[in-house]
């Protein structure tokens, strides 16, 4: 199962991550969780996420990029939810063996991220893909989208399907 956990401050405003998340929907073996959606209180069902975490086999963090970070729900999700005992630490295997996608939107196209001394896009990622690591988590090659908010609608479609297929492509190299 892939299990997209997507946060998004105003999922009804989107249009690249609205596109992908319609494309990847209509996958079979699927779950998408719109964290936004599911807690606008920001009081996270713990539980309720490392359950669905423990059927998934390839862990998607989906948002649009914000002061160079994620959002805070996905943050905060991030702290809550990859506890102690759990995802890391004494017996805290639950996460070993599985994949992170990193699928992120940036306003931005590569210079934006290359301002005077900062090393650009790539390191952005860092600290997800340490975390990913650290809970013994593969890290994918990331599903990036730049100029996201300049983009037409026709190449935000096209971004939404390479997505689409790039879902596609793990389940059949992974059955399922
Ligand atoms: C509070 C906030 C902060 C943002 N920070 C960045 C940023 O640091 N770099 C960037 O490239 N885009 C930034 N953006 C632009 C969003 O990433 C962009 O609008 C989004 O990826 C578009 O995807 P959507 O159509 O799904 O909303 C920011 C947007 C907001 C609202």
Same mark, same amino acid.
């Given at each position: 199962?892939? $299990? ?9 405003? &989107? ?6 998340? /319609?494309?990847?929907?209509?996958? =079979?073996?699927? /779950?998408?969780? &719109?964290?936004?959606? $599911? ?9 309720? /996420?490392?359950?669905?975490? =423990? ?8 948002? %649009? ?6 959002? %805070? ?9 990859? !506890?102690?005992?759990? +995802?890391?630490?004494?017996? @805290?295997?639950?996460?070993? @063996?599985? =994949? ?10 590569? &210079?934006?991220?290359? $301002?005077?001394?900062?090393?650009? #896009? ?8 340490? !975390? ?5 988590? !593969?890290?994918?090659? %990331? #599903? ?5 908010? !300049? ?17 596609? +492509?793990?389940? /059949?190299?992974?059955?399922?």
């Amino acid at each position: 199962m892939i $299990l997209i956990i997507y946060a998004h401050p105003w999922p009804q405003r &989107s249009h690249a991550n609205k596109r992908m998340i /319609e494309h990847a929907g209509t996958l =079979s073996g699927v /779950e998408i969780r &719109s964290l936004y959606e $599911l807690y606008p209180d920001f009081d996270i069902d713990i539980a309720a /996420e490392q359950e669905a975490l =423990s059927r998934a086999r390839l862990v998607i963090w989906q948002h %649009p990029m914000q002061w160079y970070s994620v959002p %805070p729900l996905m943050k905060l999700w991030i702290d809550k939810v990859l !506890t102690h005992g759990w +995802a890391y630490g004494h017996g @805290g295997t639950a996460l070993q @063996g599985k =994949s992170l996608l990193w699928a992120v939107t940036t306003g931005g196209g590569e &210079s934006h991220f290359a $301002l005077g001394d900062h090393p650009g #896009f790539a390191v952005l990622g860092q600290p997800l893909q340490a !975390t990913a690591l650290y809970c013994g988590m !593969t890290w994918l090659p %990331p #599903f990036t989208t730049h100029h996201a908010f !300049t983009c037409d609608d026709e190449v935000l479609s096209a971004q939404a399907r390479h997505y689409q297929q790039r879902l596609l +492509a793990w389940q /059949e190299a992974n059955h399922g």
